[in-house]
């Protein structure tokens, strides 16, 4: 088992920034490659990024290309994001993830994440 733990959602105004943290505890955090993903009032959840096991990797949605980046401290057994020139339409519930694989190109696909935390709100005026 991993428990996930997200910190750092709030509100902000467009053009701003925020910085979420994700905690991970239980088995060992660099066996995980781990993900940031997020859902909107009224949608599905989609992907927003993604981090290999060692950090040498990263994926983004385009949507966020550019404005956020994903890192890791496999040390402390933290993810972060950081986001940058917010958009009304980053608001969402940010969710982090963990996946033991990525079944190849599969990075996107929420189903090769086996572990996921509560969710931080984040909300973006305009």
């Known amino acids: 088992q991993v428990q996930l733990v997200e910190s750092g959602g709030g509100l902000v105004q467009a053009g701003g920034s925020l910085r979420l943290a994700c905690a991970a505890s239980g088995r060992t955090f660099s066996n995980y490659a781990m993900g940031w993903f997020r859902q909107a009032p009224g949608k599905e959840r989609e992907f927003v990024a993604t981090i290999s096991w060692s950090g040498g990797r990263t994926y983004y949605a385009d949507s966020v290309k550019g404005r956020f980046t994903i890192s890791r401290d496999n040390t402390k057994n933290t993810v972060s994001l950081q986001m940058n020139s917010l958009k009304p339409e980053d608001t969402a519930v940010y969710y982090c993830?963990?996946?033991?694989?990525?079944?190849?190109?599969?990075?996107?696909?929420?189903?090769?994440?086996?572990?996921w935390g509560q969710g931080t709100q984040v909300t973006v005026s305009s």
């Open positions: 993830a963990a996946a033991l694989s990525w079944n190849g190109s599969g990075w996107k696909r929420e189903a090769n994440y086996a572990y």
